[in-house]
Structures are given as C-alpha cells and as structure tokens.
C-alpha cells in the first residue's frame, strides 16, 4: 500500500514515515501543497494523511483541488488540537476522516486501515440535480450560471433533497433532518419553506425541480432548460 504524506514540519514527516513504513506502507512525503498536488496527480496512492497548515496551498485547498479534479483517493486530514471548525470545514471539502494532533500513531495506523478497507469511490463534494449546483462547504446554490440566495434553513432542506435526489421524501423526514429535536412548531412550517424554495429555484428559472407527490412529500429532480 502506498501512502502520501503531506507534513511540512521535517521532523514529524520523518517520524510519520518511519512509523508507517515499519507498519508495511510505502510512503511518499509532501513538503507543501504545491508539491502534493503534483505527487497526487503523478502517482495512483492508495491514501493520502494531509495537514491542514501548509505553507501556500493549505491542506483545505489541497482537498478541494483534488476532489474537483476527479481524484477520489481516501483522505485523512490533521487537524489542530480542539479544532472542530477544522473539523468540519475537513469533511466539507471532500475528506474522508480526520485526527486531531498530537494523536497516537497507533490510532493513525487504524485509521488509515480503516479508509483502505472502504476503498476509494465518488463522492462529490458539490451536489448537482440537473443544473443545480449546491454546495454544502460554502453554503451556497447556483442554477444556469446564477447565484440562489437561500435561507439557512432552506438550505438545509434543499441540501437533504439533494442527497436524496429523485426520491420521495416525506414531511415527517425533512422535520428530522432540518429541524432539531427541540421543534415544537406546526409541520405546516415545512410547506411554507417549501413554497419559498420553489419560487427561489423553479419560478424565478421557469422549472418544475422540486415536485410535491400528493399525499406521500416532495422530491427534487433534474429538470434543465
């Protein structure tokens, strides 16, 4: 199995490689994001342990870029100490799993072996129904080109229809989903933000996307000009 690490503090890089390299990995060390972009898109790695704090490309942007470019390959990101921003802006970007630093490395090797029994397969990190694209890192629609301006929680409703595109979702689910456990509000809410959505990303754009299944929810569909 061969490994990529990106680390730009030398001595850690080194530790990491020998500690890996005893446990049976080939690895491969990165200094910065410029040079892991390159190793990346060079070698086929069967994972990849990448630091978020890198000078230039930082590992964020070094996640991103892969993912757009079709690369797949799992990805473990370090993280600072109590970081959970890191945490989640990690898995936003296309990660797979994450650690916080300083960590055991025996819980690294676990990890790792963990990523490599899942394999690699396509996840993208922006969801697209038809010609909409919603991104769940920056929280933001776009349809034919133009920008959605969303309420946090349509938002939320849209990014769950999306996941589950072109099947029915009942009322009872997007309650679960989008709202906290704590609601106490009329489900009549749901057809309100629905209503809302609809307007924002079918009326405004002539389309009928998001489809109302009489008697069973909604679902979301591709349906381009």
């Not at 061969?2 to 446990?23: P, S, T, Y």
Request: charged share 30%.
């Amino acid at each position: 199995m061969r490994l990529l690490v990106v680390e730009d503090e030398k001595r850690l890089a080194a530790a990491l490689r020998r500690g890996l390299e005893l446990a049976g990995f080939a690895v491969d060390i990165a200094m910065d994001g410029k040079q892991a972009l390159w190793l990346a898109g060079e070698h086929p790695y069967d994972a990849i342990v990448l630091d978020i704090m890198l000078p230039g490309v930082n590992g964020f942007q070094v996640c991103a870029e892969l993912r757009e470019k079709g690369n797949w390959t799992p990805i473990l990101m370090l993280t600072a100490k109590d970081g959970e921003l890191d945490e989640a802006e990690a898995l936003d970007t296309g990660a797979d799993d994450f650690l916080s630093k300083p960590f055991s490395f025996v819980v690294l090797e676990a990890r790792l072996r963990a990523l490599l029994r899942r394999g690699s397969r396509e996840r993208p990190s922006v969801l697209s129904v038809g010609d909409i694209q919603i991104d769940p890192a920056t929280r933001s629609v776009r349809r034919d080109g133009r920008e959605i301006e969303l309420t946090a929680k349509e938002f939320s409703i849209l990014e769950y229809l999306a996941r589950r595109q072109s099947e029915v979702v009942s009322k009872s689910d997007l309650l679960a989903h989008a709202w906290d456990f704590a609601f106490d509000g009329a489900p009549n809410n749901v057809e309100v933000h629905i209503s809302n959505l609809r307007r924002k990303i079918d009326k405004d754009f002539e389309r009928n996307s998001l489809r109302t299944v009489r008697g069973s929810g909604y679902r979301l569909v591709a349906d381009a000009a």
